[in-house]
């Protein structure tokens, strides 16, 4: 997998967390596999809602 420019690289990896086939990944105890998984989900969905509330803040101030 080759890294593309104007993506940023935290979108670059594939679906087991890789980037540029072995690189990445995660390399944590078993028992904190869950947890992990469970935050990462929740990571993303508010990272997707940060720009809508980046601007309303802005335009609140």
């Not at 993506?7 to 869950?34: A, M, N, R, V």
């Amino acid at each position: 997998m080759k890294l593309k420019r104007g993506i940023p690289l935290i979108d670059q990896h594939d679906k087991h967390g890789f980037w540029g086939g072995k690189f990445g990944g995660s390399f944590i105890p078993e028992t904190l596999k869950k947890p992990i998984d469970d935050l990462t989900i929740k990571f993303e969905k508010l990272r997707k809602e940060w720009d809508p509330l980046e601007s309303t803040c802005r335009h609140a101030s």
